[in-house]
């Protein structure tokens, strides 16, 4: 019989799929098991419009039979099959709506190499089963028909369709599957271990049951004459199995679903074997439709801050994994979230490109990014210790947020954010911070430093919570990057405890202050001298309250960023103009004025040196030359 010759487009899909080398070639079960739920939906929709389907819903099944002696594995459906025409328009050429954009790409001839990773990911359709058969048989019975049909292809050279016999309506696509090759391992799509991982990987959502004759190997009942010394013998039987859980927990309402089988799903799912801190399930339904189960993980992933780990959601389509790890459904400051979503608005052969513009995959994710904001939010108010546990293991990346991208994320973040309070001694949001605000209270105060103790005792801090100011402690390096990047809270300025100003003075305490400068000047110039180019300045401060020294910085580089910009290996040092803040109302001030007076240059130079390595200790800095600082110390006590 003269073979038909596929049409011209789905030739060149035939070549790609006979002749791909991707590794995604599994996804060709999902793409069967999908054809075959859609043709028991068709026959489902049927029944309810006409009278002479007598079918009923719980009689529709899918069925898959794999036979390692012929080489062949075959998926059966009980749906409403194909007429002669239906298989050859259907099986003969692309004809769904979903493949225009494929066919686009496959015009192109130079990019068919990258399009072959397309296939990979998103299947298209029944073609994928020549991607590991060299010979495709369907036999089809259209429901309302006695006649049957048999459309038969070696993939590129063309079809045949002949009369058969079957006895039910319904599809089998029977598969003669290829020899394994160099690289490829066919065999295991014969193995029923490994055709159940495929089906519960993509098709354990598919709606009607997904059977299969497995083997199980199992203790025999022990009989009931068995006497002492019975062993226990072993069988290996068959038996029918269905491989899908069918159901989706998603689909389900909230109402219906139990906190522990949000958690069992969560567990198995991502793999983790602890229970999530929080899950989202949430739907919409209009513009875009989706349904979603989000889940908040309740530790750090071990690879979470590394290259390794893989932000992204699963999507699906109306129960069939489309995407593993859909990296656009996710802003990077929410990168911890695992989860699920599912909207029949993508078809399932979209590809990544495309579904990166889609308007429904941006607009889904924005949704969600609302929702998980709100969701911590709430539990931000209400189960401050479930937060705090939440902050614990996440609480970084959302600062992380805050400084990326230009600070745009920033008005999302801020209301999560958790700092330490000096006030209450335990984290606190900035709304709260503000809200026990002192009316004259200038600033939104904070101070960075290695640990909450080592910042309380900054000479800087004195005198501000002298004033009953609070300041945020700030222990992590992004800190004063946030900080920065913040600059202001509800109308407030947020400032550093070390920046010059960070308490403004009252005219009296200016006019002071300058009154001191005056009468410290030859102090502050003496001292500059014999630093020269270690400092830019040397000047009276008006925040020391007891201490005598300390460091400040002048210009765009904070001390905390030097610090920071230390730590990164490689990165072209950047330096903070230093600026060394004197205590004029000090003993050691005093002790200085003396040598200056009495022209001591030496002492002058030695308290000068003592007092700059002060400042550096005090600021987490390293001492250029700590050798020469001990000689100096020692050298003042003999
Ligand atoms: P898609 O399923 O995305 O439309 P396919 O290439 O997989 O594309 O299938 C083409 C068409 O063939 C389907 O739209 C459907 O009409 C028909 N078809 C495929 N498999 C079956 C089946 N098992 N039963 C009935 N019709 C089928």
């Not at 062949?72 to 002669?84: A, H, I």
């Not at 802003?331 to 308007?359: M, Y």
């Not at 030097?562 to 109302?585: F, I, T």
Request: charged share 30%.
């Amino acid at each position: 019989m003269a073979k038909k010759q596929f049409k011209a487009e789905s030739k060149r899909l035939l070549d790609l799929m006979v002749n791909s080398i991707y590794t995604h070639k599994e996804i060709f079960l999902r793409e069967l098991i999908s054809n075959a739920s859609d043709a028991e939906d068709k026959l489902a929709y049927k029944s309810l419009t006409d009278d002479s389907v007598t079918v009923k819903r719980k009689d529709l099944k899918i069925t898959i039979v794999p036979d390692k002696e012929k080489q062949m594995l075959t998926v059966s459906d009980n749906g409403v099959g194909m007429s002669k025409e239906e298989l050859e328009s259907n099986l003969g050429t692309i004809a769904r709506s979903g493949s225009g954009q494929f066919k686009a790409g496959l015009a192109e001839d130079d990019k068919a190499a990258g399009k072959i990773d397309v296939i990979g990911q998103f299947g298209v359709g029944f073609y994928s089963a020549f991607m590991v058969a060299d010979h495709v048989t369907v036999i089809s019975r259209a429901w309302g028909s006695e006649e049957a049909w048999m459309w038969q292809s070696d993939g590129a050279d063309g079809y045949t369709v002949t009369a058969c016999e079957k006895e039910v309506p319904g599809t089998d696509v029977i598969m003669h599957i290829k020899d394994n090759a160099d690289e490829e391992n066919y065999d295991q799509y014969l193995d029923t271990y490994k055709l159940q991982e495929l089906i519960k990987k993509y098709s354990d959502y598919i709606r009607y049951p997904i059977v299969m004759e497995v083997e199980d190997y199992r203790q025999k009942e022990k009989p009931e004459d068995a006497g002492e010394d019975y062993k226990p013998e072993w069988e290996t039987v068959k038996e029918w199995k269905t491989l899908n859980s069918m159901v989706p927990l998603w689909q389900r309402p909230k109402s219906k679903v139990k906190p522990e089988e949000y958690n069992a799903f969560y567990k198995e799912k991502f793999g983790d074997w602890q229970d999530p801190l929080a899950v989202v399930h949430t739907s919409a339904e209009g513009a875009v439709t989706y349904k979603a189960m989000l889940y908040i993980p309740s530790q750090t992933p071990y690879d979470f801050y590394t290259r390794e780990y893989q932000k992204g959601l699963q999507l699906y389509s109306s129960g069939v994994l489309i995407m593993d790890k859909c990296a656009d459904l996710l802003p990077d400051h929410f990168r911890f979230v695992k989860g699920v979503v599912d909207s029949a608005d993508f078809s399932l052969n979209i590809s990544r490109e495309v579904l990166q513009h889609t308007r429904q995959l941006k607009v889904i994710a924005s949704a969600l990014e609302k929702k998980i904001k709100s969701e911590l939010l709430k539990m931000q108010k209400e189960d401050r210790e479930k937060y705090e546990a939440f902050w614990t293991a996440f609480g970084t990346q959302l600062k992380y947020g805050v400084v990326a991208d230009y600070g745009q994320h920033k008005d999302i973040l801020q209301d999560l954010l958790l700092f330490w309070s000096s006030k209450e001694g335990k984290n606190t949001t900035l709304a709260a911070y503000k809200d026990r605000m002192p009316e004259d209270q200038p600033f939104c105060y904070y101070a960075c430093g290695e640990s909450v103790e080592k910042i309380a005792r900054l000479p800087q801090v004195e005198r501000i919570l002298d004033k009953g100011y609070e300041i945020l402690y700030c222990t992590e390096d992004v800190d004063d990057f946030v900080m920065k990047g913040l600059r202001e809270f509800g109308g407030k300025e947020i400032k550093s405890v070390t920046e010059e100003g960070a308490l403004p003075q009252t005219e009296e305490e200016k006019k002071a202050a300058e009154e001191k400068a005056e009468a410290g000047k030859s102090v502050l110039e003496a001292v500059k001298e014999a630093l020269a180019d270690q400092v830019k300045e040397v000047r009276v401060s008006s925040i020391l309250k007891s201490g005598a020294c300390c460091l400040s910085a002048d210009g765009p580089v904070s001390i905390e960023m030097e610090k920071y910009m230390r730590k990164l290996e490689g990165s072209q040092q950047m330096k903070a103009e230093r600026v060394l803040e004197l205590n004029p109302d000090s003993a050691p001030f005093a002790a200085l004025k003396k040598a200056v007076d009495a022209g001591d240059k030496e002492t002058v130079g030695k308290y000068s040196k003592l007092l700059y390595a002060q400042a550096l200790l005090l600021a987490d800095l390293p001492l250029e030359n700590p050798a020469e600082y001990t000689e100096l110390v020692c050298s003042l006590m003999i």
